[in-house]
Nanobody, 121 residues
Framework: QVQLAESGGGVVQAGGSLRLSCVASGSWFRINTMGWYRQAPGKQRELVAAMSSGGSSNYADSVKGRFTISRDNAKNTVYLQMNSLRPEDTAVYYC???????????????WGQGTQVTVPS
């Protein structure tokens, strides 16, 4: 299967920045979409940003203009640059990958363990 490892979370004051990284590892897989979700305590997990292998991206309305997703396909790595952070951005951020086994077109979903981002009020 595919393993995802996130890093870069932490505590930052409102208006500050953080950069999250996620590296995918495994064998006999092809990654299609990579992205980031987040989940605050008591809330549902929500999509933050995602990018296809071809470079198409989409963002949650709440982060447009502040967050930027990027990928390095050769390294199976996705990044999330978070600027102008707000207290509402406080959540556990999860890396996500949609990947297919090399012998199948049917994709599966893979998740990282999560990294905490805290923006105090």
């Amino acid at each position: 299967q595919v393993q995802l490892a996130e890093s870069g979370g932490g505590v930052v004051q409102a208006g500050g920045s953080l950069r999250l990284s996620c590296v995918a590892s495994g064998s006999w897989f092809r990654i299609n979409t990579m992205g980031w979700y987040r989940q605050a305590p008591g809330k549902q997990r929500e999509l933050v940003a995602a990018m296809s292998s071809g470079g198409s991206s989409n963002y949650a309305d709440s982060v447009k203009g502040r967050f930027t997703i990027s990928r390095d396909n050769a390294k199976n790595t996705v990044y999330l640059q978070m600027n102008s952070l707000r207290p509402e951005d406080t959540a556990v951020y999860y890396c996500h990958a949609e990947a297919s086994r090399v012998y199948s077109r049917a994709p599966d979903d893979y998740w990282g363990q999560g990294t905490q981002v805290t923006v105090p009020s």
